[in-house]
């Protein structure tokens, strides 16, 4: 069972920067895996944010995002990120990470993380 924590979550403001990480706590290498952010804000449903192949060479987002966020990887560290630029406030949400399964982009993910919670003030 993949286990996987993230952090970097917290308050920042519009237009400032964050950047969250996603690693592997059960000892699980994510370097062969397709990796994905994930997002809920209260009341709305999980939304896709971003998502990353295993080697990090192709990458695929929301349109939401597209140009402010990036998603990247160091398989070296087995860590997965979510650099956040210019931050909006409807960006507040409690942000997730999971593995992708075949194909690309993956239609499936799973192994939710316990998520890392942005809040961007106006």
């Known amino acids: 069972q993949v286990q996987l924590v993230e952090s970097g979550g917290g308050l920042v403001q519009a237009g400032g920067s964050l950047r969250l990480s996603c690693t592997a706590s059960s000892g699980h290498t994510l370097s062969t895996d397709a990796m994905g952010w994930f997002r809920q804000a209260p009341g709305k449903e999980r939304e896709f944010v971003a998502a990353i192949n295993w080697s990090g060479d192709t990458r695929h987002y929301a349109d939401s995002v597209k140009g402010r966020f990036t998603i990247s990887r160091d398989n070296a560290k087995n860590t997965v990120y979510l650099q956040m630029n210019s931050p909006k406030p409807e960006d507040t949400a409690l942000y997730y990470c999971?593995?992708?399964?075949?194909?690309?982009?993956?239609?499936?993910?799973?192994?939710w993380g316990q998520g890392t919670q942005v809040t961007v003030s106006s």
């Open positions: 999971a593995v992708g399964g075949t194909g690309w982009p993956p239609s499936l993910f799973g192994s």
